[in-house]
């Protein structure tokens, strides 16, 4: 599968960004889908995932209800909503599917991965 990621762009504190990622091939409610980002000089990290049919999602802690994670399988497409975006969010935001699993939250975890997609917030 082939994935692409978009949405990224320039956005001030407080902000909203919805971030796209566009799978090819037809078997995509068979992949567990989740967004990662990586921050310059910091380590790729795990933000949401959710489960092939969309029923069950997952967050990292840290994000307190900020984001969203919702998949359109018809399109073949996951989404990541983004509100109360803050500086430190700035990062390169990827998206990556996992087949065969049921839960993913590490990058090793992940068969695909996608271009990745900036988001810059400004204070």
């Known amino acids: 599968v082939q994935l692409q990621a978009s949405g990224g762009g320039l956005v001030q504190a407080g902000g909203s960004l919805r971030l796209s990622c566009a799978a090819s091939?037809?078997?995509?409610?068979?992949?567990?889908m989740g967004w990662f980002r990586q921050a310059p000089g910091k380590e790729r990290e795990f933000l949401a995932g959710t489960t092939g049919s969309g029923g069950s999602t997952y967050y990292a802690g840290s994000l307190k209800g900020r984001f969203t994670i919702s998949r359109d399988n018809a399109k073949n497409t996951v989404y990541l909503q983004m509100n109360s975006l803050k500086p430190e969010d700035t990062a390169v935001y990827y998206c990556a599917a996992a087949l065969g699993v049921v839960y993913a939250t590490t990058a090793v975890e992940y068969d695909y991965w996608g271009q990745g997609t900036l988001v810059t917030v400004s204070s």
């Open positions: 091939g037809r078997t995509f409610n068979r992949y567990f």
